[in-house]
């Protein structure tokens, strides 16, 4: 397998593919924050004074996702603000663009999340890497899936998801 295609550059996928590289981090934070925040309010309306430091948290707690999304596309704009170029063959995974080159062999890879827009690899230690299958032409993305499939990183009955 070798497989190639060009992706431009899109802030709106860009920060789409932060959200979906961070996961669950972000929505644990979110809804810390609003636990907090809460809690911060039932003290408030039944005049404890030290209600206000609660809400002050809270509101603090569901402002950082936010904050560190962004934060991260702006670090990344090597691989987010430019024409990136990725290759998927038998050994490995990588994306190139003129400032940044990116790449993991799949025996390092040690999952791959599927979600509607990008396959998400995993590798110990390092920031994942999403790849936009939805970029792909369809018979390449379901030869790049079972592949995936193939090698235990993804589930084989979620063909449907790839439209075909």
């Known amino acids: 397998m070798h497989i190639s295609f060009t992706v431009e550059p899109d802030p709106a996928r860009a920060r789409r593919a932060i959200r979906t590289t961070m996961g669950g981090k972000l929505l644990r934070l979110y809804i810390l924050g609003a636990v907090v925040a809460g809690v911060g309010v039932v003290m408030s309306v039944n005049h404890i004074p030290s209600g206000a430091a609660p ?3 809270g509101a603090g707690l569901l ?10 596309a702006q670090a990344r704009t090597g691989m987010l603000g430019e024409t990136v170029t990725y290759e998927l063959t038998d050994a490995d995974v990588q994306a190139h663009t003129r400032s940044l080159n ?47 499939v193939g090698r235990g990183l993804l ?9 075909i």
Not at 126 to 142: R, S
């Open 55 to 57: 809400v002050a948290l």
């Open 63 to 72: 402002c950082f996702p936010w904050l560190v999304s962004r934060a991260a």
């Open 102 to 148: 990116v790449g993991y062999r799949w025996e390092s890879v040690q999952a791959v999340r599927e979600t509607p827009e990008f396959w998400v690899l995993t590798v110990a230690g390092i920031n994942p890497l999403a790849v936009p299958w939805k970029q792909l032409p369809a018979a390449d993305a379901a030869e790049v899936r079972a592949f995936l």
């Open 155 to 163: 589930p084989a009955g979620r063909q449907s998801a790839l439209g």
